[in-house]
């Protein structure tokens, strides 16, 4: 399944409404076997936007494909200067208090796995263990010829030599990192080559219009499998890398619950949506089933 720019999904009518009772969350976290699958609207509280919800990217901006990307050097140069600029911040994102409490869930043995939709980094950076990146990750680069990977903050390193004084103030940041900029801004940036090979560098993260790799999306099949109940988090379910996740696990007679505030995609497949903001409801949740946050005492 190839991902495409989604700028838009209404919400049928007779979509169920949403609850602002999180228990029936707390009792699949009781039972233990959740598989997490998060997605953009987790890194929010974090400073990094989310695609679909208010106010969100799409209404403003549409992602670089891959087809674009790997069409010509004018879309490279436009999406590094972007890029470049974005990880300025993205990169000193840190974890909220959701990605906080997930960790601690997995620490108390409530969890079977965590897939993030999101290229963030912020469950490992919160402690998280075993995090599956459906979509890759900004950290890393891969080279387009010979394979070779590396460090984000290196190939950062590497831009800011070649791009002394650049400094523009961009209009936006979106959750791939990527900063809104004109092209009289993006100016001559100049992308820099592979160090090994001379190649084209990309992030190591899967483009709109790219395939997710076939092995990753069956591992996360297997876990789906493996799991007692799944529980989205920040999550529209618009594009199919997620929502795929949903149906199986629906398909199979395991519950499915979901925390956000909007309506989703996979809200038929659900036994309710809890909507309301991630990181206060799942500290919340932490303190009803006394789970310790950051190794401290449990939430209240």
């Known amino acids: 399944m190839r991902m495409r720019p989604t700028l838009s999904w209404t ?39 989310d695609y679909r919800g208010e106010g969100g990217s ?4 549409t992602p670089m494909t ?11 140069r436009r999406y590094w200067a972007r890029s470049h600029l974005g990880w300025r911040t993205f990169g000193r994102a840190q974890p909220n208090a959701g990605h906080r409490a997930v960790t601690a869930f997995g620490r108390h043995g409530l969890l079977s796995g965590v897939i993030t939709q999101n290229v963030d ?5 919160a402690g998280s263990e075993g995090v599956v990146e459906l979509h890759g990750s900004l950290g890393r680069v891969v080279c387009l010829s010979c394979g070779a990977s590396g460090s984000r903050r290196e190939l950062a390193r590497r831009l800011e030599e070649a791009n002394p004084g650049f400094a523009p103030v961009a209009a936006g940041l979106n959750p791939d990192g990527d900063a809104d900029l004109t092209d009289e801004q993006v100016g001559d940036f100049s992308v820099v080559p592979c160090s090994a090979c001379g190649g084209i560098l990309k992030p190591d993260v899967v483009f709109f219009g790219e395939a997710v790799p076939p092995q990753r999306v069956e591992y996360c099949r297997e876990l789906v499998d493996a799991a007692t109940s799944l529980l989205v988090l920040g999550s529209s379910l618009t594009v199919m890398s997620g929502l795929r996740f949903v149906r199986q696990a629906a398909q199979t007679g395991k519950p499915v619950l979901i925390v956000n505030r909007d309506p989703t995609r996979g809200d038929r497949h659900a036994v309710a949506r809890v909507a309301l903001p991630l990181g206060p409801t799942l500290t919340t ?13 449990p939430a209240v």
Do not use: K, N, W
Not at 58 to 61: E, I, M, Y
Not at 121 to 125: Q, T
């Open 121 to 125: 980094g912020l469950h490992h950076a």
């Open 11 to 49: 919400p049928p009518q007779d979509l169920p409404p949403g609850i602002t009772d999180p228990e029936p969350v707390a009792e699949v976290l009781r039972a233990g076997g959740v598989l997490v699958l998060s997605g953009a609207g987790m890194s929010t509280e974090s400073g990094i936007p």
């Open 66 to 76: 891959y087809q674009e990307f790997t069409a010509g050097a004018g879309a490279r």
């Open 58 to 61: 799409l209404r403003r901006h």
């Open 285 to 297: 949740l932490a303190g009803r089933l006394g789970v310790p946050v950051d190794g401290g005492a």
